[in-house]
């Protein structure tokens, strides 16, 4: 298993940047496969972004595609976001995921939160207008 803890969330203007860590404990941390979902206020559960086992392949929801950056320090069992040019919609709590993935299924399913089995407490982020 693997324990996840997400930091770095707060309150910003719009326009600023934020980032966002993920640090993991347990099993191996190059074992996972990544991701980072949010949840706004009064809405479900949406994918923001994720990272396969040694980085090399990344995916975004288009709505954060060229604002944010999602990277991984295997050495250091962390996975980062970088959130540029942050808008009010990007308001939410800031979960971190993680999954045994094989290598077929991450590449279908990396969007899907009930493919991931481990869950970070969330952290929130609030960007004011």
């Known amino acids: 298993q693997v324990q996840l803890v997400e930091s770095g969330g707060g309150l910003v203007q719009a326009g600023d940047s934020l980032k966002l860590s993920c640090a993991a404990s347990g099993r191996t941390f190059s074992d996972y496969a990544m991701g980072w979902f949010r949840q706004p206020p009064g809405q479900e559960s949406e994918f923001v972004a994720a990272?396969?086992?040694?980085?090399?392949?990344?995916y975004y929801v288009d709505s954060v595609k060229g604002r944010f950056t999602i990277s991984r320090d295997n050495a250091a069992n962390t996975v980062y976001l970088q959130m540029g040019s942050l808008k009010p919609e990007d308001t939410a709590v800031y979960y971190c995921?993680?999954?045994?993935?094989?290598?077929?299924?991450?590449?279908?399913?990396?969007?899907?939160?009930?493919?991931?089995?481990?869950w970070g407490q969330g952290t929130q982020v609030t960007v004011s207008s």
């Open positions: 995921a993680a999954d045994l993935f094989r290598q077929r299924a991450f590449m279908t399913t990396y969007m899907i939160p009930s493919r991931y089995n481990y």
């Open positions: 990272i396969s086992w040694s980085g090399t392949n990344t």
